[in-house]
């Protein structure tokens, strides 16, 4: 097999177009769009989460888990 040849993953174009009918037949044509948006959203939303700094929100002084009653 040739380097370039293959997509993502080592699937060619023949198993994606197979791949993307049989989720056609699934999902039908109106909730494929829909799928394809939420799973692009889910995407970036987790590429940020890993590309940002941690923020800690919680204070000592706020936190009622740590105080004792």
């Known amino acids: 097999m040739e380097e370039g040849s293959d997509l993502m993953f080592g699937i060619g174009h023949q198993e994606l177009v197979i791949v993307l009918a049989i989720a056609f037949l699934i999902f039908g044509a109106k909730r494929l769009p829909e799928l394809g948006k ?32």
């Open 38 to 69: 939420s799973l692009g959203q889910g995407i970036r939303g987790f590429k940020s989460a890993m590309t940002e700094k941690p923020q800690i929100e919680a204070s000592p002084e706020n936190d009622e888990s740590l105080t004792r009653k």
